[in-house]
T-cell receptor, first 111, second 118 residues
Framework: GENVEQHPSTLSVQEGDSAVIKCTYS??????FPWYKQELGKGPQLIID?????GEKKDQRIAVTLNKTAKHFSLHITETQPEDSAVYFC??????????FGTGTRLTVIP | DGGITQSPKYLFRKEGQNVTLSCEQN?????MYWYRQDPGQGLRLIYY???????QKGDIAEGYSVSREKKESFPLTVTSAQKNPTAFYLC?????????????????FGSGTQLSVL
C-alpha cells in the first residue's frame, strides 16, 4: 500500500516568516494530495489540495507544489500568523479505497 | 449550521465492554468515514460507507463494527475484541463516494471523540 512520510514533525517560525512542510509518497498511482489543518481539540479541516495533473496551486498565503517524478509534495505558508499554529497533515490517495495520511507537523508561529 | 456532530467528546471503556461512538451529519453527504488517530501517527481508516445500508472495511477494521441505517448517521462500536482502543476517533463525510478522484471528495471532519480505557 501507499506510504506517506512527512517532515518535519515540529516546526517553529517567527511571525511573518515562511513555513515549508514536505511529504513523500511511495505509490506512483497516487493522484490526489490534500493538506489538512487540525487545531487543538478539533477535527482536521482541508486547507488546500492538488491533483497529479497540476504542478502547483496557490490560495492566498498557502501554496502546494507537486513533483511526480520525485514523488514528493510540499506545503508553503507565507507571512505566517499566530493563527496558523496547528498540526498539519498531508495525505495521498491512489484512488483505491483509501486516503493515506502523513504523521503530522506541529507548526508553532512565535509572535 | 451544517456540519458533523460527534458525541460524546470523552468516553471511557471498561474491560470487556462494548462502547458506541455517535456521528451525525446534516450536510446531506452520501459518504461517511471513521478514522482513528494515535499520538505521533497519521489518521488510519477504520470503516467507510458510500451509501445507506452499505459499508466497507478500512485498514484497521478488526475489533470495530458500524451500521448505516440512515444517511445522516454512522455510529461506530468499539468491541471488546479491540485490545488497544485508547485513541482519538474522527468521523468524516464527503459529497461523493470516497477515493475515486471526484472533485467532491473533500472530507469534512467532526470534532472527534477521545476514548480511554479504565
Amino acid at each position: 500500500g501507499e506510504n506517506v512520510e512527512q517532515h518535519p514533525s515540529t516546526l517553529s517560525v517567527q511571525e511573518g516568516d515562511s513555513a515549508v512542510i514536505k511529504c513523500t509518497y511511495s505509490d506512483s498511482a497516487s493522484n490526489y494530495f490534500p493538506w489538512y489543518k487540525q487545531e487543538l481539540g478539533k477535527g482536521p479541516q482541508l486547507i488546500i489540495d492538488i491533483r497529479s495533473n497540476v504542478g502547483e496551486k496557490k490560495d492566498q498565503r498557502i501554496a502546494v507544489t507537486l513533483n511526480k517524478t520525485a514523488k514528493h509534495f510540499s506545503l508553503h505558508i507565507t507571512e505566517t500568523q499566530p493563527e496558523d499554529s496547528a498540526v498539519y497533515f498531508c495525505a495521498a490517495s491512489p484512488g483505491a479505497n483509501n486516503l493515506f495520511f502523513g504523521t503530522g507537523t506541529r507548526l508553532t508561529v512565535i509572535p | 449550521d451544517g456540519g458533523i456532530t460527534q458525541s460524546p467528546k470523552y468516553l471511557f471503556r471498561k474491560e470487556g465492554q462494548n462502547v458506541t461512538l455517535s456521528c451525525e451529519q446534516n450536510l446531506n453527504h452520501d459518504a461517511m468515514y471513521w478514522y482513528r488517530q494515535d499520538p505521533g501517527q497519521g489518521l488510519r481508516l477504520i470503516y467507510y460507507s458510500q451509501i445507506v445500508n452499505d459499508f466497507q472495511k478500512g485498514d484497521i477494521a478488526e475489533g470495530y463494527s458500524v451500521s448505516r441505517e440512515k444517511k445522516e448517521s454512522f455510529p461506530l462500536t468499539v468491541t471488546s475484541a479491540q485490545k488497544n482502543p485508547t485513541a482519538f476517533y474522527l468521523c468524516a463525510s464527503s459529497i461523493d463516494p470516497p477515493f475515486r478522484g471526484s472533485t467532491n471528495e473533500k472530507l469534512f471532519f467532526g470534532s472527534g471523540t477521545q476514548l480511554s480505557v479504565l
